[in-house]
């Protein structure tokens, strides 16, 4: 399943046995009433009621005589508390414990049976009532009118103390809220009352509303109230010091009827008919400790055929609007839409039909959210009764009486992953695989596994490039606000084929307007998701395009031997040192791999020059983290991106069971060579599409297995075309390792051909062929010839060392000879102390004589 539900309470288990438990002990004590022991056999008449702030679960039972009782799960010590009896039959709306648990506030209506009658006050259907009861005292009523009453008290964020005044919202059928302000002393030692009870101040919170959610945890208020038809979204903040603000005022595109009232998180609403919540709209806010603000719609059910839903991502400044088709016309919809907050996601469910993961911190793409329909197994994996989404990733089902903790299963997506054949669930359920967390080596471990199985099985992307973005992104935003906007989510920019079984319109919509200019914790989040879609674009994700440019410009600088400030270098090159080893401080395990064994300056600049650019980048954007933990992070970024190519390399390299030395040129490659040289053909293409660097020795270690493996058209072609890179040290391996044989000559040949001047030169000193010496001899020359100017020629002439009378070649030789005398010290071929005009003298009658068979 995708979803694992982590059961935090059952009625049935953490409630019965105790409730059977005091029965006995009742009985055994001869008591009468007023004991929870008096239940008898009505067990069905359990139910939840609410769920505080803290985590404590609040439930109702009748006995057989309809005495209505009421007790108090604690979800720390795992204890049940008895908390009040009513010896009425009465049916409960709503009730609400303070933190202290010395007051009980319950809105209660008559049960059927009874008809009007009530003896507390006569001629209301609703009465709201507040109970001390640390220890059970008195009853106040707060309201006895004909409309349903909601109660709810407030919770303070710091809890270390009691606090002598309370908080009460009580939400009206009538459709206002008022908060009720309540005081409480100590009498008699720990007996504690309501003060002044007959006058309790309250104030008006909210009215003329059609719609109102509390999220518990936070201590908000969500509601609707229409002006001029139209539907504002307001939240109300409220805080430990009895204060409450207007956060944000939100216009929503969407139809509500003024005429309608609808309560989200008031505690178990039961008056509404459940069989009927698929006719009804379904609406609620989820947010996320990013900053995130999501408001979910999906208006009244009025087609078998498809069905709609909405999600407003404000704090990316748009909404979608999608709609899924159900199959067949026969599946008639008989449950309600369900959605799900599930930290960085948001789900979508249908009973029987459809299942959506929401991506909602980057909901740009539609690949990067899961979608599943028809005939998958995920689809009906949740419970069909009623969910209810709390605070969090708490889900509430009411029917049966569990709450659970909503998490997204890594075994089944993993599993998923291997399973599925299209390219867009790939896409989603890799992203959403990375976004659980947990033992982050074990998963990538998984992951790497899968793309070396399917490495040609996506057509869409790029798996590898895909893999080490989203991974790299993953190991760091998480732990720094705002890093989602300035680093690459995915190597994907744009989507455009469809998704089966959905489509979807996406809208700008108006952006809240904050109404408070003192920013706080969550508040200071999603103002700073606002303040950037108002005034950042284009967007402000970091790419390469600089670091491709200043590198190209520096390798450019090398090969015509000119370099700006050693200073500079220098520094770029410390940079590439710091990843380097905060990369081995992170992995203290022996590498497989023969990687790192080689300086590879190509790619430290690289890697230095990323670490420059991403540093000044954060810096520029990132505002309130100061300079060494973002210096931190860029190392950590950067090391990242090389570990994970080190990682898919040892998978590789300990699948194939290859030895951790280098491999020589001689011998013929193996099967399992041609495999990891296809892999690292792979990781080269993903990473050069980026300009990412790679560890130092990558390319040489590749160019030895393209040797071992690729015919040599093969191999000359992936070298002119880029694959393949000759670094010196390959090059040099290969001089050494090969003998001369007519094949061999060729190869090297061929290779040393296409090197840079400045390495040909080296290389051709190690290959002792008289190939080597020819184009030694023509490099000199033309070192030596470049900025000649003719003088006149000398009366002497100098016999050559070589019994041969040659004018021609005699004469050259002496040209070059006045040169090299004149200019000793800037002609000097470098490295090559034996190479002058003799030695020219010598290549060239030698190559002469073996032209002519000699």
């Keep these: 399943m995708a979803l694992r539900l982590v059961s935090d309470f059952d009625l049935r288990k953490d409630v019965l046995p105790w409730l059977r438990a005091q029965r006995v002990a009742s009985a055994a004590a001869g008591a009468r009433g007023g004991g929870p022991g ?7 008449s359990l139910r939840i009621l609410n769920v505080e702030r803290n985590g404590n679960v609040i439930y109702t039972y009748k006995d057989n005589k309809g005495n209505v009782f009421f007790g108090l799960y604690d979800c720390q010590t795992r204890q049940n508390e008895h908390l009040y009896t009513f010896e009425k039959d009465l049916h409960v709306v709503s009730c609400s414990v303070n933190s202290d648990r010395t007051l009980l506030a319950a809105s209660l209506v008559h049960s059927t049976k009874e008809g009007r009658k009530n003896e507390l006050q006569p001629g209301s259907k609703c009465l709201t009532l507040l109970v001390e009861i640390h220890p059970v005292n008195n009853v106040k009523v707060l309201k006895a009118v004909d409309s349903y009453i909601w109660v709810q008290f407030l919770y303070p964020h710091v809890e270390s103390h009691p ?63 229409l002006k001029k038809s139209r539907s504002i979204l307001k939240c109300l903040q409220f805080s430990a010091d009895e204060k409450f603000n207007l956060m944000f005022e939100a216009p929503l595109d969407i139809t509500l009827s003024d005429s309608g009232f609808k309560l989200v998180n008031f505690g178990c609403d039961d008056l509404q008919d459940q069989e009927n919540l698929s006719k009804h709209l379904t609406l609620c806010v989820f947010t996320n400790h990013t900053g995130s603000l999501c408001v979910c719609y999906s208006p009244k059910f009025d087609s078998w055929e498809k069905f709609t839903y909405s999600v407003f991502y404000f704090h990316k400044g748009h909404g979608k609007t999608f709609t899924a088709a159900l199959g067949s016309v026969d599946s008639h919809v008989t449950k309600g839409l369900t959605f799900l907050n599930l930290d960085y996601y948001l789900a979508v469910y249908l009973p029987g ?57 890594q075994s089944y997506l993993l599993q998923f992953l291997w399973n599925t054949r299209l390219d867009c669930e790939k896409m989603a359920v890799l992203h959403c695989v990375l976004s659980c967390g947990g033992d982050r080596r074990f998963l990538e471990a998984k992951i790497i596994q899968w793309i070396s199985e399917n490495i040609s099985a996506c057509h869409s992307f790029d798996l590898i490039q895909e893999f080490i973005i989203a991974s790299s992104y993953w190991s760091i935003c998480p732990e720094t606000s705002n890093m989602d906007k300035l680093l690459p989510y995915s190597s994907v920019l744009t989507w455009n084929t469809e998704i089966p079984g959905i489509t979807l319109v996406t809208e700008e919509i108006a952006l809240p307007f904050m109404k408070v200019h003192s920013f706080k914790g969550y508040w200071e989040k999603l103002n700073s998701n606002l303040e950037y879609v108002k005034y950042s674009k284009p967007h402000l994700h970091y790419n390469n395009s600089m670091v491709r440019r200043e590198w190209h410009s520096l390798i450019s600088e090398e090969k015509t031997g000119r370099r700006r400030s050693m200073v500079y270098v220098k520094n770029i090159l410390d940079n590439a040192t710091k990843v380097i080893s905060n990369l081995e401080a992170r992995n203290l395990e022996p590498r497989l791999t023969p990687l790192f064994q080689e300086e590879d300056n190509h790619q430290r600049l690289l890697m230095g020059l990323m670490v420059s650019e991403l540093k000044d980048h954060l810096l520029r ?20 991106l090389l570990d994970l190519v080190c990682q898919i390399m040892e998978t590789s390299w300990r699948k194939h069971s290859l030895h951790p030395c280098v491999p020589h040129f001689s011998g013929r490659a193996s099967a399992a060579e041609f495999k990891v040289f296809h892999i690292m053909t792979r990781i080269l293409e993903a990473t050069k599409n980026l300009f990412l660097p790679l560890p130092p020795g990558f390319h040489t270690l590749h160019t030895i297995l393209g040797v071992h493996c690729l015919p040599l058209h093969n191999l000359l072609h992936y070298i002119d075309s880029g694959v393949l890179l000759l670094t010196e040290t390959a090059v040099t391996r290969l001089m050494k390792d090969l003998d001369n044989t007519e094949k061999n000559e060729k190869l090297k040949f061929s290779i040393i051909v296409r090197l840079p001047p400045l390495i040909g030169q080296k290389i051709c000193r190690l290959w002792d062929h008289p190939m080597s010496s020819n184009i030694i001899s023509r490099n000199h020359v033309k070192r030596l010839l470049q900025n000649y100017k003719k003088k006149p020629p000398s009366s002497v002439i100098h016999k050559s060392s070589f019994s041969v009378e040659f004018l021609p070649l005699n004469y050259f030789v002496e040209i070059l000879t006045d040169i090299e005398s004149s200019n000793q010290a800037l002609y000097t071929f470098e490295g090559h102390d034996n190479v002058d005009a003799k030695f020219v003298e010598e290549a060239a009658l030698k190559h002469t004589m073996m032209l002519l068979g000699l």
Excluded at 203 to 211: C, K, N, Y
Excluded at 389 to 409: E, H, I, P
Aim: net charge negative; proline share 3%.
């Design 163 to 225: 606090l002598p005044e309370n908080h009460l919202l009580l939400v009206s059928e009538d459709k206002y809220i008022e908060k009720f302000h309540i005081q409480v002393i100590q009498e008699d030692g720990s007996r504690v009352v309501i003060k002044d009870s007959g006058h309790l101040p309250r104030e008006r919170v909210a009215e003329d509303f059609v719609w109102a959610q509390w999220d518990m945890s936070e201590q908000r208020l969500y509601y609707i109230d």
């Design 38 to 44: 008096v239940l008898e056999n009505n067990y069905e």
């Design 353 to 409: 039909h459809f299942f959506h993961l929401l991506n909602i911190q980057h909901p740009d793409l539609i690949c990067h959210s899961l979608f599943l329909t028809g005939n998958s197994e995920v689809v009906d994996m949740l419970p069909h009764s009623p969910l209810q989404s709390l605070s969090g990733s708490l889900v509430l089902d009411w029917c049966s009486g569990k709450l659970y903790r909503a998490l997204l299963n």
């Design 621 to 640: 954007h990132l505002q309130g983290v100061e300079k060494k933990k973002i210096e931190q992070m860029v190392l950590d970024y950067v090391s990242k």
